[in-house]
């Protein structure tokens, strides 16, 4: 099956910094990367996603970008803000029409943006 | 819309017991799928369900069961409960089919505690 692994675990920025989490993943049949974010107490949702014939997208101070050649995929978070402090997980999916999506995560990188 | 309710929210049990989570999905959504929530391990796979059907399974042992109802509603029980099941239990849902249906939407999870 397919394996995520996610990096670094722990992240700390100053306000105004940019942050970037790398992922990487196994399976090249992997077509859509979403990135969740998931603050404190609070369930997780989305902030990003890509899917595996766009190799750049962007939203605001959020972008991803995917390089399929070496099965890894990031998000960069420009100008960070105290609020962006959370647990931000990356997960790689295989979309097929009739067994839907089988969603793998990343264990997830606690980001903490200091004032 | 009304966003994805799980019941109940915090709940201890202790080893050897079994317990029964529910989740009620966004209205109109078709698919649900449950992850399981440790610390340091992220978001781990347990089941997904479309049409009262079980489309995808994860990595657990028989004890994690599902089920769907014709409301989409899913609940999802765990039996001969180990101090290792203590987790948060998360429920998502989806649309399940067409385009679109990439976004998991979550909800707030069951903390699940045994002693």
């Known amino acids: 099956g397919e394996n995520v692994e996610q990096h670094p675990s722990t992240l700390s920025v100053q306000e105004g910094d940019s942050a970037v989490i790398k992922c990487t993943y196994s399976d090249s049949a992997s077509n859509y990367f979403p990135w969740y974010k998931q603050e404190l107490g609070k369930r997780p949702q989305l902030i990003i996603d890509i899917r595996s014939n766009v190799g750049e997208k962007k939203d605001q101070r959020i972008a991803v970008t995917l390089n399929k050649t070496a099965k890894h995929f990031s998000l960069h978070i420009t100008e960070t803000q105290p609020e962006d402090s959370a647990v931000y997980f990356c997960?790689?999916?295989?979309?097929?029409?009739?067994?839907?999506?089988?969603?793998?995560f990343g264990t997830g990188t606690s980001l903490t943006v200091i004032p | 819309k009304a966003g994805v309710t799980q019941t109940p929210r915090y709940l201890i049990k202790t080893r050897g017991q079994q317990v029964t989570l529910s989740c009620s999905p966004i209205s109109g959504h078709r698919s649900v799928s449950w992850y399981q929530q440790t610390p340091g391990q992220g978001l781990q796979f347990l089941f997904e369900?479309?049409?009262?059907?079980?489309?995808n399974k994860g990595n657990f042992p028989g004890r994690f069961s599902g089920r769907q109802f014709s409301n989409s509603r899913s609940e999802m029980n765990v039996s001969t409960l180990e101090l290792g099941d203590s987790a948060l239990y998360l429920c998502?849902?989806?649309?399940?089919?067409?385009?679109?249906?990439?976004?998991?939407?979550f909800g707030e999870g069951s903390r699940l505690t045994v002693l």
């Open positions: 997960a790689a999916s295989i979309t097929r029409a009739n067994t839907g999506n089988q969603f793998y």
């Open positions: 369900y479309f049409s009262e059907t079980q489309r």
């Open positions: 998502a849902s989806s649309p399940g089919r067409g385009r679109g249906t990439g976004e998991l939407f």
